[in-house]
């Protein structure tokens, strides 16, 4: 069945493709003053961090000097936390809301949240290999963490494919739903079951951990947490430019189509 | 290999990569807001006149 498409039919306060203010007005960019500068601080925060954690602490009495990869490790996952609250934040949202805006938020936070499950699964494996003499071991953490892994990147595929956005955001949200619980596993899964790997240091009963490495494990949660922040805004921003191009598209071809219906 | 070689590795793979996905970001952004209107990049629209990403009727 075709629709017959009337000029009529858009809405008048709705630019059309080509008009408005020029392309080449405006920024070029998804940065503002504001997220330089948070972006300048965050570099400057890593550069103090590698300072700290490659020369500035001293070595850890049982770990040795593979305590400097625990300034990065825990960070990442971390950060992979944040993004999987954020995405099944904005699933809930988009799925009660419709809200486009939710929707873009948690495409952007689920990426990230891909990204540093990532880092934390190789700075894990880097770690276990010196340690546990392995690099894998189907431990309870890794496993539940390999899962959100994967449930990551199943939610990132499903936004790539084809079809209505809102058909495809509303599925997206619906597996979003599935991250903050994965999280728990996650997280609880060293207090559950008996692991490998060891249970959370810093609530750990009798852990020691003080003065320099505790003050360098505390900064490395400061700059991660700026660094997805940055993260976050620009890649929503992204988000919001892909979805403007995607409407353009759909205007452009609408205008065509009463183009070539228009008796001359 | 030593334990240098894995702090080294692991330092490089999130510094590294953390630098590498910022960049892809920047630049994806770059690209796409050249193919769209400035009245159109807006990051949040409370107008009803503009188009922005604002709540489904």
Redesign the interface.
């Known amino acids: 069945m075709t629709t017959e498409l009337h000029a009529d039919s858009i809405p008048d306060?709705?630019?059309r493709p080509g008009e408005?203010?020029?392309?080449d007005?405006?920024?070029?960019?998804?940065?503002s003053p504001a997220t330089r500068a948070l972006g300048i601080a965050v570099l400057a925060g890593?550069a103090m961090l590698?300072y700290l954690?490659?020369a500035g602490t001293p070595e850890d009495q049982v770990q040795?000097?593979?305590v400097?990869?625990l300034y990065?490790?825990p960070q990442?996952a971390t950060v992979a936390y944040l993004g999987c609250f954020f995405a099944t934040t904005g699933s809930v949202m988009y799925l009660w809301?419709?809200?486009?805006?939710w929707d873009?938020v948690a495409h952007a936070t689920a990426e990230i949240g891909a990204?540093f499950t990532?880092?934390a699964l190789?700075?894990g494996m880097?770690?276990g290999?010196?340690s546990w003499g392995t690099y894998w071991v189907w431990d309870a953490r890794l496993t539940s963490t390999a899962m959100l892994m994967l449930l990551l990147l199943g939610y990132l595929a499903l936004r790539k494919l084809p079809g209505d956005p809102?058909v495809r955001a509303r599925q997206s949200a619906i597996v979003g739903l599935l991250l903050v619980p994965n999280v728990i596993l996650v997280r609880q899964s060293v207090t559950w079951w008996r692991t490998l790997h060891q249970a959370p240091t810093l609530s750990l009963p009798g852990a020691q951990i003080e003065g320099l490495l505790l003050f360098t494990m505390m900064f490395g949660f400061a700059v991660f947490s700026g660094?997805f922040l940055?993260?976050t805004i620009?890649?929503?921003?992204?988000a919001?430019?892909?979805?403007?191009?995607d409407?353009?598209a759909v205007d452009e071809a609408i205008t065509a189509r009463i183009a070539e219906g228009t008796p001359r | 290999m030593s334990n240098t070689f894995y702090i080294v590795a692991g330092w490089i793979v999130v510094l590294g990569g953390s630098a590498a996905y910022a960049t892809i970001v920047v630049l994806r952004g770059r690209a796409l807001s050249l193919r769209v209107p400035v009245e159109r990049r807006r990051w949040s629209s409370s107008s009803p006149n503009l188009p922005g990403p604002t709540d489904r009727p």
């Open positions: 306060d709705r630019p408005g203010t020029p392309i007005s405006g920024p070029h960019s998804t940065g890593f590698a954690g490659l040795g000097e593979l400097r990869l990065v490790h990442s809301k419709r809200s486009v805006w873009l990204v990532a880092f190789i700075t880097l770690w290999r010196p809102d660094l940055w993260l620009h890649r929503f921003r992204v919001w430019l892909a979805r403007q191009v409407e353009l």
